[in-house]
């Protein structure tokens, strides 16, 4: 009974937390954010500004901006505003498990089959101000299968999370998590193996991205007796890696490893899109720099495994010094959070100016992912995906008050306080319901207490 | 060989000598005046401004607006800086672990339900690269408590510095650390899951019956004690020998739960065999609140920086945590436990002010209130005369994450603020 009373409950939130269906419905015409102070992040801060939405993109950002008839107006006088944040590392509204560790090579696997968009942490993310998170597989094998840029649409189904139009990615994995396959028996278990699996891995990819090339040209002469080759799933999506259709995320610790998957990647004509966590960068920021691969990285996570020995809190400071561009992920639900106060760490170590430090959260992770022309910063054009903040986004003592997305509130403190509210006052008609029928001692059938249940003694709540 | 001798002889004099002579020097060198800084002492005398700290011999002396240089004290310019007292982690395995993942780094944890003879003391790494690494953030002095089984061992409050655990130990026995069987179940969805009901007469079962052997064992050395006062003769016993301050109520022990359920089954059973306790852990302290007020016991809590246990919590619940404490009357200390993230500790307290706790509770919250749960109030925790020189000296509000530690005082030393991150940084941002 107590596991159907949750259960009622947890729709029930559910249903809470929905935005309200009217403002769903194109949401309102046009929005203004007032006398806030506007952290751009491309183009500097506006001390008292305002932002006109219109259609869920920025139309207006200034001083002042038109009010047009019927406009919402949203007075953020004393508060900030900042680009909404970006998680370009993140597991989140995934269903089951992030890793089908089963084999070194798993590319035909696809996060955007599994996302999950009940999961309650991207409410709590929206709380945190992240408004689109990089959504991947794990690390336990070389290659992991494909990922999800998602903005959190919380209410929507799966495809209402889809960023519409961001480029597909792929995941590899290199060191430590990918050799603890090796105690399951599975190749690989070290580091020479990982390169021999990714290498062997591309070798096939232009193997067989050769075989359809010779088709087509023998199909486009006219040749009917050419017969297509077997699709395989596995090998499609290193195939757009290498004709750059496909963006490869390559999670990488240390440097040594980083600079085998660069090595590889000239070699096969590729380009390592990022490292993800990249925790020895600052090492290699020149070779990271000369590729053009992104160091996406822990603001200061250090010694929990030993390939994070050398982690240190400047990496992303050094790798910005260095022209390597550099952003911050969370790959935690809990970190995504406080993704805010990652940043500022990058401003006490190693002293990045506030807007480089915001940027590592924003523009940078857009930049990455190849959604900057839509969000990462405020500017006309844009997604309207903004966050009003409390206080300023790297003070310790700012608390997210609303997040938009697409121009529409998404998270709202205000509304959150009510929600609390209605769920005590529903969880306390449950429980009242709940006493009446199935009274203590009585086993009721379908309410899940077997008769060992019955001699178990009565918890006080 | 008798000129050898000779020359031998005269060497180890002059070293002596030199040692002598560096050994002087430095007790010159023990006197400083950290000056014209705002002083947050949280005492009773709040908060100072323009005023100067005197620390001589390793202790505070003078606090004040106008203070006393004692001759040849070493000047501390603090204008537009602010001193604090050294934070205080309550809770954590620094100095146990180096890296978590790898076995051999780890001396947390060992075999068996029952170890209250272990020593975390024993086993500290005084060379560990985590301690500076936490202390150049203000932390001063750290709790690091062994882990595992029914009765974990003992755990040792250290100050963050020092070549030796001896040099380090404020507390070389801290406390005993104890987690009582769980009654299972951690009460719905994310917070682990439910024992099957068809399980949980026997788990009843089987947590009545560790919850007898630890009763029993707890009575044997009340026994044993009253035996080997009446006969010092008697056979000793490593495992009661350790519980004796324990059952006599003069060792604090440190009982490990974190559900309402738990945290009730804790004091029940505490009080039932008179034990010194604080409950450590505490995610769901404030569901009892009413009941650690009332039987006044004080709480450490795990990091608040925390997804919430429950699905169904607001997402704030960890945060909020502290501020509902305070406003319940419950005594508590805020933690970073980790090793490596030891030096975070002064963002829970700054989490705990943005989701509603005071300034002032929030910086007692990671000095003062640790200091007076672990019993050392009268050494640590506040910038007063007579107490141990234990001082942060910032550019800024303490709990800010952007505010930078510009000097670092521990038991009166000028501690270096260099550590294994800052020589990384430095070796690689000079590469070509």
């Known amino acids: 009974m107590k596991k159907i009373l949750f259960l009622a409950a947890i729709l029930a939130a559910g249903i809470a937390w929905a935005p309200a269906s009217d403002e769903q419905v194109g949401g309102p015409v046009a929005v203004v954010i007032k006398d806030a102070t506007i952290l751009t992040v491309s183009h500097g801060n506006i001390p008292k500004g305002s932002i006109l939405i219109r259609d869920g993109k920025i139309a207006e950002v200034g001083p002042s901006v038109a009010v047009p008839t019927g406009a919402t107006v949203i007075d953020a006088s004393g508060q900030f505003v900042t680009p909404g944040i970006i998680d370009p590392h993140s597991h989140i509204a995934i269903t089951g498990g992030v890793n089908e560790g089963t084999l070194a090579v798993t590319s035909m696997t696809a996060i955007e089959d599994v996302l999950d968009p009940t999961d309650i942490n991207i409410y709590r993310e929206l709380a945190g101000g992240v408004t689109t998170t990089l959504t991947l597989h794990g690390s336990a094998n070389p290659i992991g299968g494909t990922s999800a840029t998602i903005k959190l649409r919380w209410g929507k189904d799966a495809k209402g999370l889809l960023f519409q139009g961001a480029r597909p990615g792929l995941k590899f994995a290199l060191g430590e998590n990918v050799k603890r396959g090796g105690t399951t028996g599975r190749y690989p278990a070290s580091r020479m193996g990982t390169e021999d699996v990714i290498r062997t891995a591309f070798l096939e990819a232009r193997d067989y991205m050769s075989r359809w090339e010779t088709y087509r040209k023998r199909a486009a002469a006219g040749d009917r007796t050419a017969i297509p080759p077997e699709k395989n799933l596995t090998l499609e999506p290193l195939a757009e890696v290498l004709r750059g259709e496909r963006l490869a995320y390559v999670h990488g610790y240390r440097a040594d490893e980083m600079m085998m998957m660069l090595r590889l990647a000239d070699e096969f004509g590729f380009k390592v899109n990022s490292f993800e966590h990249a925790l020895e960068g600052y090492k290699i920021a020149k070779e990271m720099a000369a590729h053009g691969a992104v160091g996406s990285t822990f603001a200061d996570s250090w010694a929990y495994k030993a390939e994070a020995w050398d982690a240190i809190p400047y990496n992303a400071a050094v790798m910005t010094r260095k022209g390597v561009l550099a952003a911050l992920n969370s790959d935690s639900a809990e970190r995504a959070r406080r993704l805010n106060l990652e940043a500022a760490r990058a401003v006490k170590y190693g002293g990045l100016s506030e807007q480089e430090a915001l940027a590592l959260i924003t523009i940078n992770p857009a930049r990455e992912l190849k959604i900057d022309g839509r969000v990462g910063s405020i500017d006309p054009g844009k997604d309207a995906d903004l966050v009003i903040w409390s206080h300023h986004p790297l003070s310790i003592y700012t608390v997210a008050q609303k997040t938009l997305i697409d121009g529409e509130i998404y998270f709202d403190i205000q509304k959150d306080r009510e929600m609390r509210k209605r769920m005590e006052e529903e969880r306390k008609t449950l429980e009242a319901l709940d006493r009446k029928s199935a009274p203590p001692g009585r086993s009721g059938r379908g309410s899940g207490r077997g008769p060992a249940g019955d001699r178990v003694p009565q918890q006080p709540r | ?432």
């Open chain 2, 1 to 432: 060989m008798a000129v050898l001798c000779k020359r031998i002889l005269l060497s180890f004099a002059c070293v002596a000598l030199i040692a002598a002579a560096f050994l002087l020097s430095a007790a010159d060198n023990r006197a400083y005046v950290i000056q014209n800084a705002r002083v947050y002492t949280l005492s009773s005398r709040g908060t100072l401004d323009r005023a100067s700290v005197v620390v001589v011999d390793g202790k505070i002396t003078q606090v004040g607006q106008t203070v006393k240089a004692p001759a040849g004290a070493q000047i501390i310019k603090a204008e537009g800086l602010e001193v604090y007292p050294g934070m205080v982690n309550a809770w954590g395995n620094i100095g146990l672990t180096e890296i978590g993942s790898v076995d051999v780094m780890s001396d947390t944890t060992d075999l068996g339900a029952f170890k209250p003879q272990l020593l975390a003391f024993s086993a500290l790494l005084p060379s560990s690269e985590h301690i500076p690494v936490a202390r150049v953030n203000g932390i001063t002095s750290a709790l690091s408590a062994p882990s595992g089984g029914t009765i974990a061992g003992q755990a040792a409050l250290i100050h963050l510095d020092g070549w030796t655990a001896d040099e380090m130990a404020i507390l070389k026995a801290a406390g005993m650390v104890m987690q009582l069987p769980s009654t299972g179940g951690r009460g719905g969805r994310g917070g682990g899951a439910p024992t099957p009901v068809a399980q949980a007469a026997d788990a009843a079962r089987a947590t009545q019956q560790q919850l007898a052997e630890l009763a029993e064992l707890l009575e044997k050395a009340r026994h044993y004690a009253r035996a080997r006062e009446a006969a010092p003769a008697t056979e000793r016993d490593r495992q009661l020998d350790a519980l004796v301050p324990v059952v006599n109520g003069q060792m604090t022990v440190f009982l490990q739960a974190q559900t309402a359920r738990d945290i009730r089954s804790a004091i029940d059973f505490a009080k039932k065999e008179k034990l010194k306790f604080v409950i450590q852990g505490g995610r769901e302290a404030i569901r009892v609140a009413d009941l650690l007020k009332k039987e006044n016991v004080p709480v450490i809590l795990d990091s608040i920086v925390s997804l919430p246990s429950r699905q169904d919590d607001p997402y704030d619940a960890r945060f909020t945590l502290p501020k509902e404490l305070a406003a319940a009357g419950v005594r508590f200390a805020l933690t970073s436990p980790s090793a490596s993230d030891v030096r975070n500790l002064p963002y829970e307290a700054g989490f705990a002010q943005a989701y509603g706790l005071s300034h002032e509770e929030a910086l007692k919250a990671v000095t003062l209130h640790p200091a007076e749960i672990l019993g050392v109030a009268d050494r640590i925790g506040t910038i007063e005369p007579g107490k141990i020189a234990d001082l942060v000296v910032t550019d800024g509000d303490l709990l800010e994450i952007r505010t930078q530690v510009k000097h670092l005082m521990i038991a009166g030393k000028d501690v270096s603020l260099e550590t294994r991150h800052t020589l990384l940084y430095k070796k690689y941002m000079d590469r070509k």
